[in-house]
């Protein structure tokens, strides 16, 4: 009767645990609004010449991640990285970009990443 007892409490216990887990690694994204166009010499490589091509992080020379960061080629080879790690908030490190530049990187990215 005990291990029955003990049975069903470690059950439960295991039951909770788990959904309690669960609900709480489910987050949401709220939905991008790409609708205006996002040009990258007026708006993405101001932002990445900012945070991203800089000394230490991805300036010239630069060995990091994807490495430079500093031309339209090379931040289109690097997008989908890119993206990845400005969506999760892993990059820039030490800094934190505001939602319309994050807006902006990934809606350019989206849309073709075009050189304009």
């Known amino acids: 009767m ?7 409490i470690i ?3 295991f039951f909770v ?12 994204q709220p939905p991008l609004d790409c609708s205006t166009p ?4 007026a708006h993405v490589l101001p932002i990445t010449s900012a945070n991203c091509a800089i000394s230490g992080c991805h300036g010239s020379g630069s060995n990091n991640g994807p490495g430079q960061l500093i031309t339209y080629q090379q931040i289109f080879n690097s ?3 890119i993206r990845s790690a400005v969506a999760s908030g892993l990059m820039p490190q ?3 970009l505001s939602e319309a530049e994050v807006n902006t990187i990934l809606c ?9």
């Open 94 to 96: 030490g800094s934190r």
């Open 79 to 81: 997008r989908a990285i």
């Open 38 to 41: 996002k040009s990258f010499s």
């Open 11 to 13: 059950s439960f216990i």
């Open 17 to 28: 645990a788990c959904k309690k887990s669960s609900e709480t690694t489910q987050t949401t």
């Open 2 to 8: 005990i291990k029955y007892i003990s049975l069903i």
């Open 108 to 116: 350019w990215i989206d849309n073709g990443a075009p050189n304009n």
